[in-house]
């Protein structure tokens, strides 16, 4: 309180205070001043407060060190006697030398006298001294710009931004503080305290604090948490895969894997110092292998070589999770056999090359079924089932060789971002000399497939470099946008985005099998109904059930599900829904998700006034839904559901606007904001800017949308609208996109001129007069004379002259 009221009495004698220049005369910290500035700030308007940003010049750490003892060329001299020194003892015990000797010689100070540096003149002035000395004590402006910036080149002087307050007195100014109360307390108001108290104002308008951005699972994580509920759906059981390290016999012996083979080397596989060996193998199992390698049995001839125990007993990083299937299936073999199916993920290792599809460490999916008279037609069966569990249907299965499965079969998946296939498993029937050695029945056969988990995650999250999957180059985006699994359940459906679109043609079908499939539920209702002597309204089912079958064949969805984030919300919405209501019965809601904790009061009445819309009797229903999904710019963008069962969604403003444009069209025949049949010009044009606007303004970064504005307002100093000289669909996303991002009040001239422009309904058909054939309310007025349900009520026919074009947002 002394360092505020100490400012209050400064200001009081003087109109203005700069913080910095009080600090350095008060010898007070700066920051305590800003401090107490900030506090007086708080009090209401006792000071009015701006602030600046002050240049200034400081010394460095060499440079005090000048300002102290003086400069490296006077040292020197101060050093020199008469006699002189040699530039070898120079050089040796004087600091900075070089630059000493050569700043004393440019002055004239001293001179080279063969090889010794002599006195040239008898005394000298150290004016860099002087220099710094000013520069330390804040009277940098006495020294001149040219020595200053010749010091900055030395490092001896440095230039530093501060950033200051300019303080003046407020308009309720005072030296008197009276100290404000933040809390009301239950003491205050029974002692009635409270009557003499000054209590510091709420700020009601302070938002709350931001959702804090929680921890998910790495995709990785989730992925394999979906492969393992896939594995036991299908009857699977997991088997134990805690030992990293594995001994040579387990991983490559058991496994009818010759001891010579390639994939043996240091060079792929990673050897275990210490301990180097295993500590026992079962010594009857282990015989039986021995002589199947060394001989042959079961049929076969074996390798013909010296099998060694002391290769088979070398600890490694296991090269793959079969070493632990090796190890059940010769368990399985001991316990008596029965039909089983065993499962694994877990991690594994190899002295691979790292690119865009190998790791050294990376996780390994398998799958055994050990039963009697198993096939190669089975094992195709198993693993084309579990891959379309998973969502990768597009395989392709190649003829392999593997040491120990005979047949052996590699599975490629199709990767649409390298547009490639990639190998993404491996499978096969296990050798007889790798089953009989472990007591197996002859009847009974093992087959195995294993697959990577990091490369059907590449395929799915659309990935094409694998180590953006998984080491240092993964980005956190990656792990919050994906905050669940995105095993794509609806695969088969038509998907909305960059590399598909979604028909009106599609949305119809669809809607029509689910009618379909509703009418015979009702069919069978009905007869279930008649036997129990039920009688049910039959003449309002079907006239329900024609009611939406009329509408599907006219074009028009019933139910338009609409989810908006509050932060960005769809103002072209607003104004697309006055257009659908001059033509047609149009119900209207809005509901909150839970994800939404508020909303302001203007969002709540973003529709307007709801209480007297009813569903009944209306031919669209439009419900907008508030919801958050996340914080990237995708996560941002409205989605519209058909159906609320619908699995399709329509992403993005410019495409919910497409849609609701053709929606229109149904009643009042080619619209005139969209789509023009006479001009196929203008519909690529309104094209072209729809997905402009969605791509580098909804999308783009803070340079790439003031490049797209500054090529807007350039087109529009010869055009009356973006998409030329009619208004459009363009004009009204481009609109509600400046406005989300509240760019309109400081936008380029030619931006602001067009978005004050009024236009009408009456007025956008009226321009389009030239372009359409049929008049758009010629085809309303057909419309309703064949479907009294289609006619609009006459206070909407009444409002064709509402403003259309100024959008009425909150």
């Given at each position: 309180m002394?360092?505020?009221?100490?400012?209050?009495?400064?200001?009081?004698k003087?109109?203005?205070?700069?913080?910095?220049?009080?600090?350095?005369?008060?010898?007070?910290?700066?920051?305590?001043?800003?401090?107490?500035?900030k506090?007086?700030?708080?009090?209401?308007?006792?000071?009015?407060?701006?602030?600046?940003?002050?240049?200034?010049?400081?010394?460095?750490?060499?440079?005090?060190?000048?300002?102290s003892?003086?400069?490296?060329?006077?040292?020197?001299?101060k050093?020199?006697?008469?006699?002189?020194?040699?530039?070898?003892?120079?050089?040796?015990?004087?600091?900075?030398?070089?630059?000493?000797?050569?700043?004393?010689?440019?002055?004239?100070?001293?001179?080279?006298?063969?090889?010794?540096i002599i006195p040239?003149?008898?005394?000298?002035?150290?004016e860099?001294?002087?220099?710094?000395?000013?520069?330390?004590?804040?009277?940098?402006?006495?020294?001149?710009?040219?020595?200053?910036?010749?010091?900055?080149?030395?490092?001896?002087?440095?230039?530093v931004d501060?950033?200051?307050?300019?303080?003046?007195?407020?308009?309720?100014?005072?030296?008197?503080?009276?100290k404000?109360?933040?809390?009301l307390?239950?003491?205050?108001?029974?002692?009635?305290?409270?009557?003499?108290?000054?209590?510091?104002?709420?700020?009601?308008?302070?938002?709350g604090?931001?959702e804090?951005?929680?921890?998910h699972?790495?995709?990785?994580?989730?992925?394999?948490?979906?492969?393992?509920?896939?594995?036991?759906?299908?009857?699977?059981?997991?088997?134990?895969?805690?030992?990293?390290?594995?001994?040579?016999?387990?991983?490559?012996?058991?496994?009818?894997?010759?001891?010579?083979?390639?994939?043996?080397?240091?060079?792929?596989?990673?050897?275990?110092?210490?301990?180097a060996?295993?500590?026992?193998?079962?010594?009857?199992?282990?015989q039986?292998?021995?002589?199947t390698?060394?001989t042959?049995?079961?049929?076969?001839?074996?390798?013909?070589?010296?099998?060694?125990?002391?290769?088979?007993?070398?600890?490694?990083?296991?090269?793959?999770?079969?070493?632990?299937?090796?190890?059940?299936?010769?368990?399985?073999?001991?316990?008596?056999?029965?039909?089983?199916?065993?499962?694994?993920?877990?991690r594994?290792?190899?002295?691979?090359?790292?690119?865009?599809?190998?790791l050294?460490e990376?996780?390994?999916?398998?799958?055994?079924v050990?039963?009697?008279n198993?096939?190669?037609?089975?094992?195709?069966?198993?693993?084309?089932?579990?891959?379309r569990?998973?969502?990768?249907?597009?395989?392709?299965?190649?003829?392999?060789?593997?040491?120990?499965?005979?047949?052996?079969m590699e599975?490629?998946?199709?990767?649409?971002?390298?547009?490639?296939?990639?190998?993404?498993?491996?499978?096969?029937?296990?050798?007889?000399?790798?089953?009989?050695?472990?007591?197996?029945?002859?009847?009974?056969?093992?087959?195995?497939?294993?697959?990577?988990?990091?490369?059907?995650?590449?395929?799915?999250f659309?990935?094409?470099?694998?180590?953006?999957?998984?080491?240092?180059?993964?980005?956190?985006e990656?792990?919050?946008?994906?905050?669940?699994?995105?095993?794509?359940?609806?695969?088969?459906?038509?998907?909305?985005?960059?590399?598909?679109?979604?028909?009106m043609?599609?949305?119809?079908?669809?809607q029509e099998?689910?009618?379909?499939?509703?009418?015979?539920?009702?069919?069978?209702?009905?007869n279930?109904?008649?036997?129990?002597?039920?009688?049910?309204?039959?003449?309002?089912?079907?006239?329900?059930?024609?009611?939406?079958?009329?509408?599907?064949?006219?074009?028009?969805?019933?139910?338009?599900?609409?989810?908006?984030?509050?932060?960005?919300?769809?103002?072209?919405?607003?104004?697309?829904?006055?257009?659908?209501?001059?033509?047609?019965?149009?119900?209207?809601?809005?509901?909150?998700?839970?994800?939404?904790?508020?909303?302001?009061?203007?969002?709540?009445?973003?529709?307007?006034?709801?209480?007297?819309?009813?569903?009944?009797?209306?031919?669209?229903?439009?419900?907008?839904?508030?919801?958050?999904?996340?914080?990237?710019?995708?996560?941002?963008?409205?989605?519209l559901?058909?159906?609320?069962?619908?699995?399709?969604?329509?992403?993005?403003?410019?495409?919910?606007?497409?849609?609701?444009?053709?929606?229109?069209?149904?009643?009042?025949?080619?619209?005139?904001?969209?789509?023009?049949?006479?001009?196929?010009?203008?519909?690529?044009?309104?094209?072209?800017?729809?997905?402009?606007?969605?791509?580098?303004?909804?999308?783009?970064?803070?340079?790439?949308?003031?490049?797209?504005?500054?090529?807007?307002?350039?087109?529009?100093?010869?055009?009356?609208?973006?998409?030329g000289?009619?208004?459009?669909?363009?004009?009204?996303?481009?609109?509600?996109?400046?406005?989300q991002?509240?760019m309109?009040?400081?936008?380029l001239?030619?931006?602001?001129?067009?978005?004050?422009?009024?236009?009408?309904?009456?007025?956008?058909?009226?321009?389009?007069?030239?372009?359409?054939?049929?008049?758009?309310?010629?085809?309303?007025?057909?419309?309703?004379?064949?479907?009294?349900?289609?006619?609009?009520?006459?206070?909407?026919?009444?409002?064709?002259?509402?403003?259309?074009?100024?959008?009425?947002?909150?």
């Amino acid at each position: 309180m002394e360092v505020q009221q100490q400012i209050l009495y400064f200001l009081d004698k003087c109109d203005t205070l700069y913080s910095h220049q009080y600090a350095t005369s008060t010898k007070l910290d700066h920051q305590k001043i800003v401090g107490a500035i900030k506090s007086l700030e708080s009090l209401g308007n006792i000071i009015s407060v701006r602030q600046a940003t002050h240049k200034s010049w400081e010394c460095t750490e060499e440079g005090v060190d000048i300002a102290s003892n003086g400069s490296h060329e006077v040292r020197l001299f101060k050093s020199l006697p008469a006699e002189g020194r040699t530039v070898s003892d120079i050089k040796t015990n004087f600091p900075n030398s070089n630059f000493a000797m050569g700043a004393a010689m440019k002055n004239k100070w001293v001179k080279k006298d063969g090889e010794k540096i002599i006195p040239a003149v008898s005394a000298i002035e150290d004016e860099v001294q002087v220099h710094l000395k000013a520069i330390l004590s804040g009277a940098a402006d006495t020294v001149s710009d040219k020595i200053k910036t010749e010091y900055k080149k030395r490092k001896l002087i440095k230039q530093v931004d501060l950033t200051v307050f300019v303080v003046k007195k407020g308009t309720e100014f005072t030296t008197s503080i009276v100290k404000q109360d933040t809390e009301l307390t239950k003491e205050m108001i029974e002692s009635g305290q409270w009557k003499d108290k000054t209590f510091k104002p709420f700020n009601f308008k302070a938002k709350g604090r931001v959702e804090l951005r929680v921890g998910h699972l790495h995709p990785l994580l989730q992925l394999r948490s979906e492969f393992r509920k896939i594995f036991l759906e299908m009857g699977f059981t997991e088997m134990p895969t805690n030992n990293y390290v594995e001994s040579a016999f387990w991983n490559f012996d058991a496994l009818f894997q010759p001891q010579q083979h390639p994939a043996r080397d240091a060079q792929d596989t990673f050897y275990v110092a210490d301990p180097a060996t295993t500590i026992e193998v079962p010594e009857d199992y282990l015989q039986r292998v021995k002589k199947t390698h060394s001989t042959g049995g079961y049929g076969s001839i074996g390798y013909q070589y010296d099998w060694k125990r002391d290769e088979a007993y070398k600890n490694l990083l296991r090269t793959h999770t079969t070493a632990v299937s090796a190890r059940m299936l010769y368990k399985l073999a001991q316990d008596g056999f029965k039909p089983a199916k065993y499962f694994s993920i877990d991690r594994v290792f190899r002295n691979e090359t790292l690119d865009a599809t190998h790791l050294a460490e990376f996780q390994q999916v398998e799958g055994v079924v050990a039963d009697y008279n198993f096939s190669v037609k089975n094992l195709m069966g198993v693993i084309g089932e579990f891959y379309r569990k998973i969502g990768l249907s597009n395989l392709r299965f190649k003829p392999a060789f593997n040491p120990y499965t005979e047949p052996s079969m590699e599975v490629f998946g199709f990767h649409e971002g390298l547009k490639k296939w990639v190998e993404i498993g491996n499978s096969g029937l296990f050798r007889p000399e790798m089953l009989r050695p472990m007591g197996l029945p002859e009847n009974v056969f093992v087959c195995g497939f294993g697959l990577s988990l990091e490369r059907p995650a590449m395929i799915m999250f659309g990935i094409n470099n694998i180590r953006e999957l998984v080491g240092p180059r993964v980005k956190m985006e990656l792990i919050y946008d994906n905050p669940v699994c995105t095993i794509n359940k609806f695969k088969d459906q038509p998907k909305v985005g960059t590399n598909s679109s979604l028909t009106m043609e599609s949305l119809t079908t669809r809607q029509e099998l689910i009618i379909e499939k509703l009418s015979a539920l009702q069919v069978k209702v009905a007869n279930i109904a008649c036997k129990m002597g039920v009688t049910l309204q039959d003449s309002l089912t079907a006239t329900t059930t024609a009611s939406l079958t009329s509408g599907l064949k006219a074009g028009i969805v019933h139910d338009v599900v609409v989810h908006a984030d509050p932060r960005r919300p769809p103002y072209s919405l607003h104004a697309l829904y006055n257009a659908l209501s001059l033509t047609t019965t149009v119900c209207r809601r809005v509901h909150r998700h839970s994800s939404v904790k508020e909303i302001s009061e203007k969002l709540l009445q973003f529709w307007g006034n709801i209480d007297n819309d009813n569903r009944r009797g209306s031919v669209v229903c439009l419900t907008l839904v508030w919801r958050q999904t996340g914080d990237s710019s995708a996560a941002l963008l409205p989605t519209l559901y058909v159906n609320p069962i619908a699995a399709s969604q329509i992403v993005g403003e410019h495409n919910i606007g497409r849609y609701l444009t053709r929606l229109t069209d149904v009643v009042t025949g080619p619209s005139s904001l969209y789509e023009s049949p006479s001009s196929p010009v203008f519909m690529t044009r309104v094209d072209e800017m729809l997905e402009q606007c969605h791509a580098r303004l909804m999308l783009g970064t803070n340079k790439e949308q003031a490049c797209f504005l500054r090529e807007v307002d350039a087109s529009l100093a010869k055009e009356s609208f973006v998409a030329g000289s009619n208004f459009s669909l363009a004009d009204l996303v481009l609109l509600s996109g400046l406005i989300q991002f509240r760019m309109l009040e400081s936008s380029l001239p030619n931006v602001q001129k067009w978005s004050l422009q009024e236009l009408t309904l009456q007025e956008v058909q009226e321009a389009h007069s030239s372009i359409e054939q049929r008049d758009p309310f010629e085809i309303l007025e057909h419309v309703n004379e064949t479907d009294t349900a289609l006619q609009p009520p006459k206070q909407q026919q009444q409002q064709s002259n509402c403003t259309l074009w100024r959008l009425s947002y909150p």
